[in-house]
């Protein structure tokens, strides 16, 4: 809030509208909160809030749900901002824009070790959730995508994980030779 009145005379607090709700398109540039009505405000402190006009007059109960609102905004975009992946990711799209993002097919990864009991040996030594993203993505044919949508988890982390995940089973595969 800003603008705010601590006075045991003043009964009102002022915010200014464009500054707490960014693309705020109203004629009111301020919001008055206070319990007194629109017509004991400007009795009261009609000359405080000439700066101010034009303005509109919300309640405490108001102001308070505006102030909530704004947390709650706050803590969502924050949440968002650590959660979704860096490049957008669309399937199939991101790929095709951004090479390093491609993968090696299981089978291209074990094509010189046909042997399935040592690629399922391989595989039981990777985490688990490794394991499970490599199983449903190569064995039951799931999108990064759809695994992502199962699993609740950004597509991005686990795009990461199926990608790590297949680097150690190559490397566990080099090593059972």
């Given at each position: 809030m800003t603008g705010t009145k601590v006075a045991a005379t003043v009964e009102y607090s002022v915010i200014d509208l464009r500054y707490e709700y960014p693309g705020f398109v109203g004629s009111e540039k301020y919001a008055?909160?206070?319990?007194?009505?629109?017509?004991?405000?400007?009795?009261?402190?009609?000359?405080?809030?000439?700066?101010?006009?034009?303005?509109?007059?919300?309640?405490?109960?108001?102001?308070?749900?505006?102030?909530?609102f704004c947390r709650n905004e706050d803590k969502h975009a924050k949440r968002q901002?650590?959660?979704?992946?860096?490049?957008?990711?669309?399937?199939?799209?991101?790929?095709?824009c951004h090479e390093e993002l491609n993968q090696d097919n299981l089978f291209d990864v074990v094509s010189d070790h046909l042997d399935k009991e040592k690629l399922f040996a391989a595989m039981s030594k990777l985490p688990n959730v490794q394991k499970r993203r490599i199983e449903m993505h190569f064995f039951d044919g799931l999108s990064i995508g759809e695994i992502a949508n199962k699993e609740g988890h950004a597509k991005s982390t686990v795009h990461e994980s199926v990608s790590?995940?297949?680097?150690?089973?190559?490397?566990?595969?080099?090593?059972?030779?």
């Amino acid at each position: 809030m800003t603008g705010t009145k601590v006075a045991a005379t003043v009964e009102y607090s002022v915010i200014d509208l464009r500054y707490e709700y960014p693309g705020f398109v109203g004629s009111e540039k301020y919001a008055v909160i206070s319990d007194l009505s629109a017509r004991e405000i400007e009795k009261l402190y009609g000359d405080e809030l000439k700066p101010y006009i034009p303005y509109v007059v919300l309640s405490v109960a108001e102001g308070d749900a505006m102030k909530e609102f704004c947390r709650n905004e706050d803590k969502h975009a924050k949440r968002q901002k650590r959660s979704v992946d860096a490049f957008g990711y669309e399937e199939g799209v991101t790929e095709m824009c951004h090479e390093e993002l491609n993968q090696d097919n299981l089978f291209d990864v074990v094509s010189d070790h046909l042997d399935k009991e040592k690629l399922f040996a391989a595989m039981s030594k990777l985490p688990n959730v490794q394991k499970r993203r490599i199983e449903m993505h190569f064995f039951d044919g799931l999108s990064i995508g759809e695994i992502a949508n199962k699993e609740g988890h950004a597509k991005s982390t686990v795009h990461e994980s199926v990608s790590s995940g297949l680097k150690k089973l190559k490397a566990l595969m080099h090593e059972a030779e």
